[in-house]
Every structure is written in structure tokens, then in C-alpha cells.
T-cell receptor
Framework: DGGITQSPKYLFRKEGQNVTLSCEQN?????MYWYRQDPGQGLRLIYY???????QKGDIAEGYSVSREKKESFPLTVTSAQKNPTAFYLC?????????????FGQGTRLTVV | ELKVEQNPLFLSMQEGKNYTIYCNYS?????LYWYRQDPGKSLESLFV?????AVKQEGRLMASLDTKARLSTLHITAAVHDLSATYFC???????????????FGKGTHLIIQP
């Protein structure tokens, strides 16, 4: 079945540690996104990528990094520079705007700092 | 900077009643999306509204878009308990050079429907 797979579902990070969240899609979508959700809040855009080997900062990119080496994959690294990383992270993908840019979401990764 | 405001942020209602959730946004856009989120889960797409005057219905939910007023509504008819969830609207503004450059979300409306 086509869809977006995020892993792991739960992730624990120690202070000062980098961690990488995986996002894979088999929908043949060009655009991929990472959002962060804090309790009781909406989603905020971290990074997005419209095409392989290119990505753009969203509203809250500080302390995060991404890569887009393959169309299917858009991993997010939460670095030690991110001072408050505990949140629910959602990956999404969509076609280009001209063909309808409805975004489909993965099941999310819940990251906790211990 | 695009701002998206939903109201109410919290709504408790009884089964069988009707109610409307409002979504206002600050910048010209012709693309608005409604999503549902159950506790601890991801977002499920409900409606995609792509033009002024667009109206879409699915079961007890109906969404509409007025781009001139920069307003979308999500109307619930004869609510049932299964509709309890958090509902988000999201707006897609025109990016330069085409392509999808991400959505701006409202804070969500936490809806509880009581028997």
C-alpha cells in the first residue's frame, strides 16, 4: 500500500545527543515536509523539500538539519543545538501545487528528552 | 507573515446538536485544508477547498471557503460521539516559482461530543 512511514514511533534523547528521525514515502511525491507539534498547539513547519538535493528552512529550523538524497526519503536530525526538542514530529508529502498540493501525513515520532 | 486563527479552540457539545468551527486567515490564498487528529495520532485529511465558494460535504461534516472574507467554516450537523477529535485548518499561500512550500496551521479546535 502507498503511504508515508515514520520511524521510530517513540524516541528518547539524552542531553547533548543528536538523533535522526526517519521518513520514507512510496507515493511518488516530489515535495516532503517536517512539522513539529507541541501539546495543545498546531503544527509548525521545520523544513521542506520540493525536489531531490534541495530543501528550504521553515519557520522553526534552528537546531534541526535535513537531507534529501533520494525522492523517497527525507530524514530529520535533531541536533544538540535544539534546546527544547521534546515534541511530536510529523512528516508529510505532497505533489506539486499545480496538481493539487494536498499533504498526507505519516504516523509521527514522539521525541522525549531524558 | 501568514496567520491562521481558529475559533473556538475548545468546544464541548451534546450529541444531536449543530455547530460551526471558524477559520480566519490573514493573507490571500485559494487553498484551504481541514484535518482531523485523534489523541496521540497523526492527521487525517478531511477536505481540500481550492476556490472561492467551494463547499464539500462528507457525512455530518460540511466545509466551505470564502476567499474574499478569508474565512472557512466547518459545520457539524447532528453531532455524534465519534466526531470527538481535534480539527485543524491549514492554509497554503502562493509560493514563488510554484511548488508546494508547506502549510500554515491554526491551533486546532478540540471538540468533545457528549452523549
Amino acid at each position: 500500500d502507498g503511504g508515508i512511514t515514520q520511524s521510530p514511533k517513540y524516541l528518547f534523547r539524552k542531553e547533548g545527543q543528536n538523533v535522526t528521525l526517519s521518513c520514507e514515502q512510496n507515493l511518488n511525491h516530489d515535495a516532503m515536509y517536517w512539522y513539529r507539534q507541541d501539546p495543545g498547539q498546531g503544527l509548525r513547519l521545520i523544513y521542506y523539500s520540493q525536489i531531490v538535493n534541495d530543501f528550504q528552512k521553515g519557520d522553526i529550523a534552528e537546531g534541526y538539519s535535513v537531507s534529501r538524497e533520494k525522492k523517497e526519503s527525507f530524514p530529520l536530525t535533531v541536533t544538540s543545538a535544539q534546546k527544547n526538542p521534546t515534541a511530536f514530529y510529523l512528516c508529510a508529502s505532497s505533489t506539486y501545487r499545480g496538481h493539487g498540493a494536498e499533504a498526507f501525513f505519516g504516523q509521527g515520532t514522539r521525541l522525549t528528552v531524558v | 507573515e501568514l496567520k491562521v486563527e481558529q475559533n473556538p479552540l475548545f468546544l464541548s457539545m451534546q450529541e444531536g446538536k449543530n455547530y460551526t468551527i471558524y477559520c480566519n486567515y490573514s493573507t490571500t490564498s485559494d487553498r484551504l485544508y481541514w484535518y482531523r487528529q485523534d489523541p496521540g495520532k497523526s492527521l487525517e485529511s478531511l477536505f481540500v477547498l481550492l476556490s472561492n465558494g467551494a463547499v464539500k460535504q462528507e457525512g455530518r461534516l460540511m466545509a466551505s471557503l470564502d476567499t474574499k472574507a478569508r474565512l472557512s467554516t466547518l459545520h457539524i450537523t447532528a453531532a455524534v460521539h465519534d466526531l470527538s477529535a481535534t480539527y485543524f485548518c491549514a492554509v497554503d499561500i502562493e509560493g514563488t516559482g510554484g511548488g508546494a512550500d508547506g502549510l500554515t496551521f491554526g491551533k486546532g479546535t478540540h471538540l468533545i461530543i457528549q452523549p
